[in-house]
């Protein structure tokens, strides 16, 4: 009966590792293919404002309660705003400017390495007009 018990054990255990192997690549497989939308849509983007938007922001600020930037100013608003960057009316080029390479809370900053100065004029002039934009139904 030791016999058996000293061949289980490592036979468990091997099982038991094999299945933690497996599971720590399942997140990494679920948020590879949660992320395929914005990659197509990134993919398809034509504005550069829109593919910086796409590349850098949407991540934390597109519509949806999954992402913590539309909850964070969903939350510090109670609602009085719309959330999502996109959907907002009155964003200020400056204002979208002095965020990204400065951040703010949690949102960490942005280097021109990162985002050009042409890159975040032209993220800042299309954020800006996307909540001007007629609400389609």
């Known amino acids: 009966m030791n016999a058996a018990i ?3 054990v490592p036979v468990a255990m091997a099982l038991v590792l ?14 590879a293919v949660a992320d395929a939308p914005r990659k197509s849509a990134l993919a398809l ?6 593919r910086v938007y796409l590349k850098w922001c949407a991540p934390c600020h597109a519509p949806g309660i999954e992402h913590p930037g539309t909850n964070a100013i969903t939350a510090k608003y109670r609602g009085d705003r719309p959330g999502a ?13 002095l965020m990204v390479r ?14 050009s100065d042409p890159e975040l004029d032209a993220l800042a002039a299309w954020l ?8 389609q139904e």
């Open 102 to 115: 400065h951040g703010i809370s949690v949102m960490p900053t942005f280097r021109k390495t990162e985002i």
């Open 45 to 50: 983007a034509t504005d550069p404002g829109e």
């Open 18 to 31: 094999a299945g933690s192997q497996r599971a720590a690549s399942t997140p990494a497989d679920a948020a």
């Open 85 to 97: 960057l996109i959907a907002q009316a009155d964003l200020d080029p400056a204002l979208i400017k």
């Open 6 to 8: 000293l061949l289980t």
């Open 128 to 135: 800006a007009a996307q909540g001007k934009k007629p609400k």
